[in-house]
């Protein structure tokens, strides 16, 4: 077979084993990778941005350390895309808003040149929701993303190009940004591996903000491995951002090889009422399938989950309430004419952010608001705290909590779109992990009736991303033999 009827199959392994055997070189995993991708973005729309000269440039450093037998990086000739939220030097970087049409960053995020530096082909930035606001790619200035399983219906959002250009098989591996499931969901929707580490596993060095205090980093791939290798390559402190943490990070790939015998499964009560039975249906055979493995399953309770949305909600406005003011003509981006300060930032912000983002820094502004401050937001954080300790308490009695991803399977384009609240449902199981921080992650589980993906969504304790891979490997290397 050739690398261009290959390119959409190989794993991390794969390509390695590939190039030290001179099965195939760099320069032609990049040009393959890229073609691909390009040929697939007319029906996907996932691309926003091609990076050739990135990709190829990386190749030949790959290829040319592979001929004088030097080491070669743990993603050598991997080819990745990243989220157009993550900064990329001298590659605009829009943020899925025409706010930044014209933005090019003089730096590289730091996940990304950990990338790099480890050998991956960046072939380019992905489409995504305006500054990861949205949970269907359907708020993107560029226009929505086609989930690449069912090209009628969302690819899930804020991180849906990455999902799709993962699942169409462009890339072998791509990185999303998570405040309240932007990557678990789309994940889901897709039927690819997605995983948001704990808080401060990643730097968020060089992500365009949305909320600071919700905001990870992590990857998308086909495989639990392979997700796992690209975590462990972008992980670990970083002093350009000081709430990236100390804590090593742990070699994932030989920890998952331990089998499941004795780990304890918790279910949430919570997140199995008002579930769609199809969906209910492959979560609990999945539950099943763990069980085989030598999982003990019981039931636990993270009672204030029902408030988990209106208090992600007010704070994640009121932070990119904050953070968005950035955004005034002044720097960055591009500048409306007008005869006034106050004009000119008011034409600025209203030419350039679309309607979602708009109406989250009304609300965010509000929340802030002197009067309202104490009633909305303190509470918000004090609620914030409650669901946090549900985590700590629950993680007490068991090892990892197992719960379905998103209450539906990817939806129809356009069916959510008047309907802001009924969008916002789509996370009502995957923002609870950011708002405690904790490590989650969506591994495919199945389809639904009618032949859409299902992701089954795992939380561990913080920093214990290990058990977490442990428990998707094996469940994956199960039910994929
Ligand atoms: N859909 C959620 C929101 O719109 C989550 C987005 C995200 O995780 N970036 O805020």
Known sequence: MSISEDIATLSIRS?????LNKKFSATEIAEAALLHAVKHNEATNSFLAFSPERAVTNAEKVDSAIAKGEYVGQLAGVP???????ATKGVRTTCGSKILEHYIPPYDATAVWR?????ALLVGKTNCDEFAMGSSNENSAYGPVRNPRALDRVP????????????????????GSDTGGSIRQPASFCGVTGVTPTYGRVSRYGLVAYASSLDHVGPFARNVEDAAT???????????????????????????????????LGLPKEYFEGLQSDTGDVIHAAVRQLESLGCEVQEVSL???????????IIATAEASSNLARFDGVRYSARAEADNLSDMYRNTRGAGFGVEVKRRIMLGTYVLSAGYYDAYYRKAQQVRALISRDFTEALEKVDALVTPV????AFKIGEKTSDPLAMYLSDVYTLTGDLAGVPCMSVPCGQSPEGLPVGLQIFTKHFDESTMFRLAYQYELFTTQ
Request: with cysteine; net charge negative.
């Open 15 to 19: 390509i390695r084993d590939g190039l």
């Open 115 to 119: 990338l790099e530096a480890e050998g």
């Open 230 to 264: 690209v975590l462990r390559v972008i992980a670990g402190r970083d002093d350009q951002d000081s709430t990236s943490a100390f804590t090593p990070v742990d070699d994932y790939a030989t920890m998952m090889r331990h089998s499941l015998r004795g780990l304890k």
């Open 303 to 313: 009672p204030h989950t029902r408030y988990a949305l209106s208090c992600y909600y």
């Open 156 to 175: 899930g959002g804020s991180s849906g190009g990455s999902a799709a250009a993962v699942a169409q098989g462009s890339v072998v591996a791509s990185l």
């Open 406 to 409: 998103s209450p539906f399977p």
């Open 80 to 86: 990745v895309a990243v989220k157009d939220v993550l």
